[in-house]
């Protein structure tokens, strides 16, 4: 009922039907980001993408990327008629400019007609394009698909040169507070038309210095020429008038690594989902806490990944509460930003050792995260391949495998085998930090774990027993004390059924 509400609302403001193609109250903002093909960094850009928006912004962003670096990539994501199904907007990064399958690109603009908005990057405005594009293309002409839903047709660009940015259209909530600045080197993309559908928001000015032939010294009467062409607008698009917002600029990682790019690419996707206030800010529900800002973008989070896990890491921990997670949270456990704390007094010291949960089982995965021990001396540790155990009336207990950090370095099997595995010729402790942050990588496969510690490779080992490497909930470790303690974790990433690669460890020095 609040959905039909709202939907009639929106509507009856004069907004796009579109607006209202967006995540319930309090749900993240599920965002495709679709990268790949030609001529740029895009290992790179969706990891900067990705990072940059989940930090300002409660959104989850799913990657789907194809490693070919020919103009003629193609997506498996776009393989089905309801691909678009479970995203409230698509960002497409794609330059594919010799895809030209007809069917398969009306499969994706049916999408956006039907009023999934999009946001599109730079070599987006060159791809999927055939027929002659050097003259204007008449609107609803055979070869002007792609280019209705861009809202401006774009045949190509001048060097790569610092660009002006300049704002004309400042009143406009996706510019509102934002400052305009000068790229580092970027290519200014052509117009060879402004669809009347469109709204241009910002233009590029470009100085380009006059051209000499190769060892032949400059002309000295020869001047500079400028160019301008816009480079930020929005779009409506087919009968839904779906939002469609869109920018040239981003071909160069140190563009898309600009705070000032990424704060427009997100205002992009707020403006395009209805969920932009008139002062430029998000909608309360999707609005980030520091905790939640703080935990996207923690050092876990820009741990490069293969490509194939690109886009499939997911946070344990939200940085706001303890959804997805359960155990003897009071008086043990609390929040600290984007931190976990385990704590306990001396008077209310755990008996046993007491565990928070994952509700979710995980059996193949990469965990990255940072552990910090901050007062006592005795070890914690994460819990895997197990499941929650009742020990002395400690129903929050852990019975499986142990990786036990920063005292103690070493395996565990609780409740069962004892110590399974030591420090191995004393690499844990020689690379962990005592009281101080450890970024960690366990990687957890078949029967086989091994740890990679600020960097280092410590631990490699082979359960004997593979019948006892079960499918379980992943542990947060308080250990049974008598004393006062604290130990801390952050980070927390997971990615199911990884690569069989550690990725933060270089070879350890003999």
């Not at 706001?320 to 949270?329: L, P, S, V």
């Not at 928070?356 to 910090?372: D, M």
């Amino acid at each position: 009922m609040r959905a039909l509400i709202a939907i009639v609302a929106l509507l009856a403001a004069g907004l796009p039907a579109t607006a209202v193609n967006a995540a319930e109250p309090g749900k993240p903002l599920e965002v495709l980001l679709v990268a790949g093909g030609c001529c740029h960094d895009y290992a790179t850009q969706t990891k900067l993408l990705k990072k940059g928006i989940e930090s300002r912004l409660r959104a989850r962003v799913e990657v789907a990327s194809n490693p070919d670096k020919s103009t003629k990539a193609t997506f498996d994501v776009y393989s089905k008629d309801d691909w678009d199904k479970g995203y409230d907007i698509i960002l497409h990064d794609e330059c594919s400019a010799d895809v030209t399958d007809r069917t398969y690109v009306e499969r994706i603009l049916a999408a956006h007609r039907r009023g999934t908005p999009a946001v599109n990057l730079h070599c987006a405005m060159h791809s999927y394009r055939w027929g002659n594009f050097r003259e204007p293309v008449a609107a609803g002409a055979d070869n002007a698909a792609w280019y209705e839903m861009i809202g401006l047709q774009s045949t190509g660009h001048g060097p790569q040169l610092p660009i002006d940015i300049i704002f004309t259209d400042t009143a406009h909530p996706i510019l509102t507070g934002l400052a305009a600045w000068t790229t580092l080197k970027e290519e200014l993309y052509n117009n060879i038309q402004v669809l009347s559908t469109a709204k241009v928001l910002a233009r590029g000015r470009q100085v380009v210095p006059p051209k000499t032939k190769p060892g032949e010294p400059a002309d000295p009467a020869a001047k500079p020429t400028e160019a301008s062409a816009a480079v930020v607008w929005t779009n409506e698009y087919g009968p839904q008038r779906t939002r469609i917002f869109s920018t040239s600029l981003g071909h160069n990682n140190e563009t898309v690594a600009d705070d000032r790019y990424l704060d427009l690419i997100t205002r992009g996707l707020l403006w395009a989902t209805g969920k932009l206030g008139d002062d430029g800010k998000p909608a309360a529900e999707l609005k980030l806490t520091p905790g939640e800002a703080a935990a996207a973008a923690d050092w876990a989070g820009g741990v490069s990944l293969p490509t194939a896990e690109e886009g499939r890491a997911a946070r344990l921990f939200n940085g706001r509460d303890f959804d997805g997670w359960e155990g003897h949270i009071d008086p043990y456990w609390s929040i600290d930003g984007a931190e976990i704390v385990g704590r306990n007094t001396a008077e209310n010291a755990p008996q046993v050792s007491t565990y928070l949960l994952t509700k979710k089982p995980y059996r193949n995965f990469r965990l990255l995260f940072e552990g910090k021990l901050v007062t006592s001396e005795m070890h914690s540790g994460v819990a895997i391949w197990g499941k929650k155990f009742d020990k002395d009336g400690e129903a929050a207990s852990y019975q499986g495998h142990l990786v036990m950090f920063p005292s103690g370095w070493g395996l565990y099997d609780l409740y069962r085998r004892g110590g399974i595995a030591k420090d191995q010729d004393g690499k844990a402790k020689a690379a962990g930090k005592q009281h101080d942050w450890n970024q960690m990588e366990i990687l957890a496969i078949g029967s086989r774990i091994r740890l990679a510690v600020n960097g280092k490779e410590v631990l490699d080992w082979t359960d004997p027993k593979p019948e006892l490497c079960e499918a379980g909930p992943i542990g947060l470790q308080l250990h049974s004390n008598k004393v006062p303690q604290e130990v801390r974790f952050r980070g927390l990433r997971i990615v199911e059924d990884p690569q069989d690669m550690l990725v933060t460890a270089t070879p350890t020095p003999q």
